[in-house]
């Protein structure tokens, strides 16, 4: 039996994780989020005291003895960097400006790249970010790019942090949000767009259970 890849895109705000997720579980799929693996990074980097706006500083971080690594416990993916468990400190509005950042770099991307691929290859997966469909997986069975407008996804993004009780502010999380687009879909390296063979999925209006069922359905119609 083949082995089938799901491949979801979407900016930033979207819901790829957590639909992906709940997707993944659904089908008896593994969930790779390749957000965390830029997240994990960009944290890396920072903590190096790297300025994050330059690739050369980026690239310096780079080093033999650094360890990104995603493991699964108890169905789960937990992000690991250099052994220790940063799941939830990735999780950041910086490390999320970090990671867009960081993503932009080459040399990132190469030293992530193999990672990702190794996974898909052995493991019937849904994998999510901004270059699966057109970069990583441009052979997945399933292409989807999951999106909503600005304004739902920036209002999904400020509940969440709220939620973890951290202080923010709904205008800046739109401005930021705005601004990752942008950066996303206008770097000059594997940028974020939808590739042409690729399933459109608005949840803008859609609860989470709706936006869930919705992409359930997109992938059971297509495999």
């Known amino acids: 039996m083949s082995i089938i890849n799901v491949a979801i895109d979407g900016p930033a705000g979207a819901g790829k994780s957590t639909i992906s ?4 579980k659904e089908m008896g799929y593994i969930y790779i989020d390749t957000g965390a693996l830029y997240r994990t990074v960009g944290l890396n980097a920072m903590r190096k ?3 994050v706006n330059d690739p050369e500083s980026v690239i310096a971080t780079i080093t033999d003895d650094l360890k990104v690594e995603l493991r699964f416990i108890d169905g789960e993916q937990r992000m690991f960097l250099n052994d220790e468990d940063v799941s ?9 400006s970090a990671a ?4 932009a770099v080459p040399e990132v991307r190469k030293y992530l790249f193999d990672l990702q691929k190794n996974l898909a290859k052995s493991n019937n997966c849904i994998m999510d970010g901004r270059d699966i469909g057109t970069v990583v997986l441009p052979d997945a069975k399933v292409k989807i790019f999951l999106t909503a407008s600005p304004e739902a996804r920036a209002k999904r993004r400020y509940d969440e942090l709220i939620e973890k009780g951290m202080d923010v502010k709904y205008e800046d999380v739109l401005a930021d949000m705005i601004k990752r687009d942008y950066d996303d879909s206008h770097r000059a390296i594997a940028p974020l767009k939808q590739a042409d063979d690729a399933i459109l999925a608005d949840t803008s209006g859609n609860t989470l ?3 869930i069922a919705l992409i359930i359905k997109i992938i059971k119609d297509n495999i």
């Open 21 to 24: 997720r709940a997707a993944a």
């Open 100 to 103: 867009s950042k960081v993503s």
């Open 209 to 211: 259970e709706e936006s």
């Open 88 to 96: 939830d400190k990735i999780r950041t509005p910086e490390a999320s």
């Open 49 to 51: 005291g790297a300025d």
